[in-house]
Structure formats: C-alpha cells, structure tokens
C-alpha cells in the first residue's frame, strides 16, 4: 500500500492528468480554446487566399472568352469568402454575359438579376458596386 501512495504521489508532483491542480486544468483548456481559435483564423485565411487565387483564374478565363469557366471560378471565390462583395458582382456579371449571348430556357433567364440584387443587399457595399450592380438590374 505504501508504494501505491508513494507511485500516487509521484504522479501528482509530475503533472499526471489524473492528478491536475485546478490551475492546470484550466490553462490547458484556455490553452485549448486558443489552439482552435488560431486554427480557425488560419483556416478563414487560407479560404481567402485560396478565393484570390479562384478570382484571378476567373478573371483571367473571362479575358480568354471562357465565361462559364469564370462563372465556376467566381462562385467558388464567392463560396470561400461570402463577404468578399466583388466575387459575387463578378459572379452576377458573368452569368448576365451568358442570359446576353447564350440561348437559355426562361427558368435562367433572371439568375442574373437575382445575383445582382444580392449583391445590393450586402453590408457595406462599396458605392461604385452598388452602382455598377444597380445599373445591370
């Protein structure tokens, strides 16, 4: 009995979870909360580095003609970074450029407009989106 009262001991004064001061409990659980906080701020920053990346591509595939593939592009910026207002106005002027040049059934023929009253709804909307988004609707 006293070699377990003795190991016992000896667990506690070597940080043995089983054994934690109140103190340790909750500096590894602060300790915890700012591992995920860190962990999500990295994770939002890579979901707008990666939507730059996506807005690039889409404007350099709306440069080459390619309007559906910048309309994927566009979408996936927007879907990575929603508050990011220019993704989803590049996204509603790309699917407006395919209502103009392309035969559509009626269903899409007002996702444009949907888009761009979207984009008017934001907050904090830059005063030369909302005018390029209220001249399109």
């Known amino acids: 009995v006293a070699g377990n009262v003795s190991g016992a001991y000896e ?4 940080g043995s979870p089983l054994f934690e001061t109140t103190a340790q409990i909750q500096a590894r659980e602060e300790a915890d909360v700012l591992s995920s906080r860190f962990a999500r701020a990295a994770a939002e920053e890579a979901a707008r580095e990666e939507a730059k990346a ?3 591509k889409g404007l350099v595939l709306n440069k080459e003609g390619d309007v559906r593939g910048a309309l994927d592009c566009f979408a996936r ?3 990575l970074d929603p508050p990011e207002h220019k993704y989803l106005l590049s996204l509603a002027n790309m699917q407006q450029k395919i209502e103009l040049t392309e035969v559509l059934p009626g269903s899409e023929l007002q996702k444009s407009r949907e888009l761009y009253e979207k ?3 934001q907050p904090g909307l830059a005063p030369h989106m909302q005018g390029m988004a209220s001249r399109a609707t």
């Open 77 to 79: 910026a927007h879907e």
């Open 54 to 56: 996506f807005n690039v």
């Open 119 to 121: 984009v008017l709804a």
């Open 11 to 14: 667990g506690a004064m070597s």
